[in-house]
């Protein structure tokens, strides 16, 4: 059982019998006196793709859906297709890119560390890792004299996003991206 508080981007749960997918989480705190905390949750269900949003009080609980966990690598894109190898037997998953709605831009290929969610042997969605290094593409030059606290500037990553990386940074280098918040963690 997990509490609505504790839902992250990503994560599973059951509602009214069918596996639902953590999309964005919204937390939001009334000022006035003992008014609890609201989570404004966007849901994904992974049988039909519907959106389902919902707003929660933060001892709200839901069930964790009934899936299998299983390691996934990334391997290509065929299409409007992404392909997964399960690292255990070798088989492949297929997943359109509707289905990784706003995962698309942290999969390189050979990535590991990905979890598939299957039911019944149909892959449902996935789990990215928590973090991602990529290269970066482009970005201003680096500043001489710029601090590692100072100010950021806009880099993009060799899948296209775009990430708030600090000034000192150039581009070729390798960074630690967050996939739960899209941010800037560490160089790699």
């Given at each position: 059982?997990?509490?609505?508080?504790?839902?992250?981007?990503?994560?599973?749960?059951?509602?009214?019998?069918?596996?639902?997918?953590v999309k964005q989480v919204d937390a939001k705190s009334p000022s006035s006196r003992g008014a609890s905390t609201l989570y404004k949750i966007r849901f994904t269900n992974l049988k039909t793709g519907q959106k389902l949003d919902e707003?929660?009080?933060?001892?709200?609980?839901?069930?964790?859906?009934?899936?299998?966990?299983?390691?996934?690598?990334?391997?290509?894109?065929?299409?409007?297709?992404?392909?997964?190898?399960?690292?255990?037997?070798?088989?492949?998953?297929?997943?359109?890119?509707?289905?990784?709605?706003?995962?698309?831009?942290?999969?390189?290929?050979?990535?590991?560390?990905?979890?598939?969610?299957?039911?019944?042997?149909?892959?449902?969605?996935?789990?990215?890792?928590?973090?991602?290094?990529?290269?970066?593409?482009?970005?201003?030059?680096?500043?001489?004299?710029?601090?590692?606290?100072?100010?950021?500037?806009?880099?993009?990553?060799?899948?296209?996003?775009?990430?708030?990386?600090?000034?000192?940074?150039?581009?070729?280098?390798?960074?630690?991206?967050?996939?739960?918040?899209?941010?800037?963690?560490?160089?790699?």
């Amino acid at each position: 059982m997990a509490k609505a508080s504790e839902l992250k981007r990503g994560m599973v749960v059951e509602i009214n019998g069918v596996p639902h997918a953590v999309k964005q989480v919204d937390a939001k705190s009334p000022s006035s006196r003992g008014a609890s905390t609201l989570y404004k949750i966007r849901f994904t269900n992974l049988k039909t793709g519907q959106k389902l949003d919902e707003s929660l009080k933060g001892d709200d609980f839901f069930k964790d859906a009934d899936l299998v966990r299983a390691k996934v690598q990334f391997s290509y894109i065929d299409g409007d297709n992404y392909i997964f190898m399960n690292m255990e037997d070798y088989t492949q998953y297929s997943l359109s890119s509707e289905d990784l709605e706003g995962q698309i831009e942290y999969l390189t290929e050979g990535l590991e560390g990905i979890v598939a969610l299957l039911v019944d042997d149909a892959v449902l969605g996935i789990e990215l890792p928590s973090s991602v290094v990529l290269p970066i593409v482009e970005t201003a030059p680096a500043i001489k004299g710029a601090t590692a606290s100072g100010r950021t500037k806009t880099a993009r990553v060799t899948t296209g996003l775009e990430v708030q990386v600090p000034e000192y940074l150039e581009p070729e280098e390798l960074i630690k991206i967050n996939t739960e918040t899209g941010k800037f963690m560490s160089r790699a």
